[in-house]
């Protein structure tokens, strides 16, 4: 029997031209029903009422963002999300196997590969696939803008930070529940191992432990871009490799708080800022979500996982076009 998977998709998206995904599903028509939505809610709504009605796979096309947006309707189903990855740094896909536009990786993922239920954490109530940020790496999302990101895809991140990182940045405080405090000025918490792109953050993290793994930077501007990328260049964080600026911990739940204005992002998009007095509280869903895997992830090496980090391209893209004026 031929499988049909409904397909959701946001057909104005410039992803899916960019990305090539429109061109490959030309080529694998028979394959997905595309079902066009009109917004986010309207994703999340169609995602759910294709689970009820019994749909065993359900497909997304998009980033970390959309895919988001469709596993909020698939979480505590039956369905399995399968994941088109046709954003900037689909690092959900990437954590699970499928890679970033491997769309043929991501159909037989589909078709023959495995199902792996997830955890899925709550920042107030509004839930996140891979990580969330309190602080410094907030705001820089916040400042982004779009003609931006289009002008320079990843690299305006880099760009950004650098903006971000000569303020000033308050201290932020993190309660877990048997009442220990710790404080920084960056609180990083990853469901996964990945940060941004293939870069790991989070050595020994994983998605399906019912923990959120969290580094909590206590550091001025600057270094703590530096403390982010020494975990990054160490293949992710362990107990024994972090310097003393750097905290690790793994929790259930827990409670954020600062005595200053903290910005704070999900899935590398801003989502909120938090104000002296009030809290944030940080919890797991009772219900996992069921995700479409390769049965053995793609194979890459150190060297091609740092070559082919969008950043990195986006860097090699911006150089040339500066070399070329
Ligand atoms: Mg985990």
Known sequence: MHLTVPLLINPKAGSLFRSGLK???????????????????????????????????????????????????????????????????????????????????A??????????????????DRPFLQMAGFGPDASIVKLITPKLKRNMGAAAHIVTGLKVAVRHHPVITITLPDGTEMQGTQIIMGNGKR??????????????????????????????????LGCMLQRGATSSNVSQFTNLCTFESCEISSEGTVDYQLDGDYAGTLHPGETATIRRLPQRLRVCIPRTPIPTTPIGRLMAHPMVDAWRTFLRRAQDF
Request: with cysteine; proline share 3%.
């Open 23 to 105: 061109a490959w599903l030309d080529e694998h028509r028979d394959d997905f029903t595309l079902v066009p939505t009109r917004s986010a809610e309207d994703l999340t709504a169609r995602a759910r009422e294709l689970a009820e009605a019994g749909e065993p796979v359900i497909a997304a096309a998009g980033g970390d963002g959309t895919l988001m947006n469709a596993a909020q309707g698939l979480v505590g189903t039956n369905a399995a999300l399968g994941i088109l990855p046709c954003g900037t740094m689909n690092v959900f896909s990437r954590e699970l196997g499928i890679g970033s536009r491997r769309f043929d990786v």
């Open 107 to 124: 159909l037989d993922a589909i078709k023959n590969g495995a199902r792996q239920e997830v955890d899925i954490f709550t920042v107030n």
């Open 195 to 228: 940060y941004g792109g293939e870069a790991h953050l989070f050595a020994n993290a994983r998605y399906d432990d019912g923990k959120l793994d969290a580094a909590i930077i206590y550091q001025e501007s600057m270094p703590i871009l530096f403390e982010i």
